[in-house]
């Protein structure tokens, strides 16, 4: 089988686990491709630790396009200059006459980047596909994510103690690929958090206001997240599903507090006290957190008993990205 993983939009030359947001996912398909020689692969726009190019003779040899789609969403929400957007959708759009009738196999980590954002925004309705298959982050146990806790664990780190009472890493959410509002709580909550001058903080990430760090790979968040006693976990579009900061919040001995109904059928929630639905909630538990290790050793005990290894993960990746194949 011809198989060619390409990144439509953003150029990813992946070497390190902790060097992208997705690199649970490019992990996934790393240990895949070794394990899979039977296939044939190509790449576009992508590459396993050397350069990738835009040729489109990889993706014209294939008869499966696997895509990761990564930070397909921001292209759409008008978060970046319109003039470096258009110079990635022009490169985009010579793509579409050699994905035509291609079966496609989207990876996906965002509730918002889905079958009708590929089709009609990424593709603009112009290219008619032979099939649309997806894997999401949640159809694995605890949610993919879980990889995210083994590579940080098993990151060499200086020991210290802990400072700060809160740390927030990532971006706002504000609007749908619409460019409509979407609701999302986290900018005003994270902005009074970090203008108390009660509560210690450190805000990472690209946010309306100033914050430590603009924009940094994961390892390099762990000197800040490792001093820091607590985080909040929000959700925007689907409250059962997880995130990435849960996982990432215990691999770095973080309470992770959660926001409202985050997790509402309690994969990894631990104890409804983790969930605040007040900013007073919040500040109130920072404190018991600040007091004893009792909370982060109560979630870190149900973590440990629900997230795979990171082998297993790897085996349910092959056996889900098989299925696909098959169809």
Known sequence: MKICIASLSKRIIYNDVLQYGMSDFYECLNQYVK????????????????GAKRDLNQIIQADIIIFPAAQ????????????????VRVK??????????????????????????????????????????????????????GLHYHYIKKQTRFPTSKTTDFVYWGSAKTKFASGEKSGDE????IKS???????????????????????IPLKDTLGYLDQSYTTLCFNWIDQTAL??????????????????DYDSTNILVADDWQRCFTIQEFYDKIVEVRKSDYWLNKIKEK?????????????????????????
């Open 35 to 50: 394990n899979n020689p039977q296939h044939e692969y190509t790449y576009y726009n992508f590459s396993f630790g050397k």
């Open 72 to 87: 397909e969403f921001t292209y759409f929400t008008q978060v970046m200059h319109p003039r470096d957007v258009e110079k």
């Open 92 to 145: 985009v759009r010579e793509t579409f006459p050699y994905l035509q009738n291609k079966h496609m196999i989207m990876l996906t980590q965002d509730r918002h980047v889905n079958e009708e954002l590929i089709i009609t925004k990424t593709l603009e309705n112009k290219v008619k596909l032979k099939s649309f298959q997806t894997i999401d982050e949640m159809d694995f146990t605890a949610c993919l994510k």
């Open 193 to 215: 958090i970090n203008k108390n001058p009660e509560v210690s903080s450190i805000i990472i990430g690209r946010w309306p206001f100033k914050s430590k760090e603009k924009w």
């Open 303 to 327: 973590f440990i008993e629900k997230v795979p290894t990171e082998k297993e993960y790897y085996i349910e990746f092959e056996n889900r990205l098989n299925d696909c194949l098959k169809r």
């Open 243 to 260: 995130t990435a900061r849960y996982h990432e919040a215990i691999a770095c001995d973080i309470v992770p507090l959660v926001w409202k």
């Open 186 to 189: 986290r900018v005003s909550i």
